[in-house]
DNA sequence: TCAAGCATATGCAATAATGCATGCCATGGA
DNA sequence: TCCATGGCATGCATTATTGCATATGCTTGA
């Protein structure tokens, strides 16, 4: 009863899947191999791991253990390749980093044509995302976040502090520096439900007017003209066409960290843009708080 | 960088073996295969992982790092054939069970003929050997030993106690009735050196003739009529050729147990085995003491 | 010094694995 | 009812992997 390792990697991504296709795509085969694989390891156990369903292949337990311990595999091989990853002395290759899609232009546009310029050699993968990476299973090398603490089992440097405060469009802003009564059109992210904390009292009146899920759409709002976002310095300073309205005082807000996990964080490249990335964010400090 | 699992097995197989051809065996291929995987890996990696000498493939410190891994993976795979195996209700198929060399004849003969016939449908192999297998690697799926515990992470049921005394041939035993005078020439087992402790005082004359490193060659030996032997109950009375000879009063010896891992104990197999196995060791138990 | 033994490379033919095209079946909506 | 959709099975041509035969290089011992 010998059974080959990449067919129990088969039987993981099937059971993840549900489906011969999911599992194909998600290995990078026909959907017909997969199937194949699937009947090999069923001969070789000699047990049945799926029903064959109309909607797909159902898990048997007997599959669903399988799936437990091919998983535990997978997280060796991640640590496997973590850590050949950080051990390399090389600055050739690819590098993946990874950060929120709004820190790629304004803020770490000039640290990324730096690194280029300094590593030719070395092919930069850029991937911007909302919702982070997942860092153990090397969907990049190094991310940059922000946010209050690195995660678990990662390492992590704070580049800077960060303050926010209320931007909108010129027209706007005239409007609200000349009337203290007109309203206050606030274009929220996300969960916040109610007007910002801590807003200036001599300007009394205040309102939520849009709740947005996307950023972009808020900064693209208050460009507008319709309405005050409470964005960080970074953001409202470098988006054209907004400027600071001062209902809003300075506030603090998370911080920009650069993280990767401790198994990869010594690598050759991941040193080589933290370098140039600490240097630049440091001398760039101003542009985050007030 | 998308590395086969069945790689990596085979750089930990290389790695441990040290050469081409070890590691080929070990995996069941061509050693020309084993030379091409790694070349992949290598490639797929990027990364030197074995110093091609004279002598072998010496691996770098990464494909140690990467061997440690693979090893990680490679439990998680024994952990699964076993959890496997332990779900498994079926009554048909392989079951391997391991015993002391000496145990299989006299002691364990009658039940694995009763098992045969009960279960004609289960394809038995014996693996008779000295040194114990590794239950957890599934080289065995049970094992019957001759010790004070269970090891770790194993199930073990204590069969029967046992004890042991002297035996020798016919005719030395003779002798030894006669004349208390007669020097008692000990055969011993391995590391002991000594006299056995405890011997009836009225037999003054002892000492240690010859030492061998296997009880099958004691048995012989005795046979023979070269000396006297302190061996387990059962042994001297089903060794045709010999009786017990009263220079040694019995001693409390190792019991016998029947062990398997908490993982495959449950299996059908397993459990019908060992019910056979319980009740006749059980209806037999005056044959191993006094 | 030479030959034997062990070890790794390489070329080629056989085999196994894979991808593609096609067909079948169940489901759900017009 | 019919058709579109999503999913699986099968046959066949293609590709990749493998094993065998052969060649080469290094070490060791007579």
Redesign the pocket.
């Known amino acids: 009863m010998d059974i080959s390792w ?1 067919d129990l990697r088969t039987v993981l991504a099937l059971v993840r899947g549900g ?4 599992a194909a795509q998600d290995l ?6 997969v ?3 699937i009947a ?1 390891v069923e001969a070789a156990m000699g047990v049945t791991l799926f029903e ?1 369903l ?4 159902k898990p048997t337990e007997t599959a669903k253990l399988v799936a437990e311990h091919a998983a535990q595999m997978e997280q060796s091989q991640d640590a496997l390749l973590r850590g050949v990853s950080g051990r390399d002395k090389r600055l050739t290759g690819t590098l993946t980093i990874t950060a929120p899609q709004l820190l790629i232009g304004p803020a770490l546009g000039p640290v990324i044509d730096a690194f280029c310029k300094t590593y030719p050699e070395v092919r930069l993968d850029v991937r911007a995302t909302n919702t982070p990476l997942d860092l153990a299973r090397r969907e990049a090398d190094l991310a940059i976040r922000i946010s209050r603490e690195p995660g678990d089992s990662l390492m992590g440097l704070r580049l800077v502090e960060q303050q926010m405060a209320a931007f909108a469009a010129p027209d706007v802003a005239d409007c609200i520096a000349q009337d203290h009564q007109s309203p206050i059109d606030w274009l929220n992210y996300a969960a916040f439900e109610d007007v910002p904390k801590g807003v200036d009292p001599s300007w009394p009146n205040h309102r939520v007017r849009i709740r947005f899920d996307d950023m972009v759409a808020i900064l693209g709002a208050a460009q507008a003209g319709l309405g005050v976002a409470r964005v960080p310095f970074f953001l409202g300073r470098t988006t054209v066409g907004l400027v600071q309205v001062p209902v809003l005082p300075p506030q603090p807000y998370m911080d920009i960290w650069i993280v990767a996990h401790r198994d990869v964080w010594p690598s050759a490249k991941v040193t080589a843009f933290r370098e140039i990335l600490t240097t630049h964010m440091r001398a760039n400090r101003a542009l985050y708080v007030a």
Do not use: E, H, M, P
């Open positions: 990449d489906t011969l296709a999911s990078g085969v026909a959907y017909t191999t199937a194949r694989r090999r064959r109309a909607d797909g292949y």
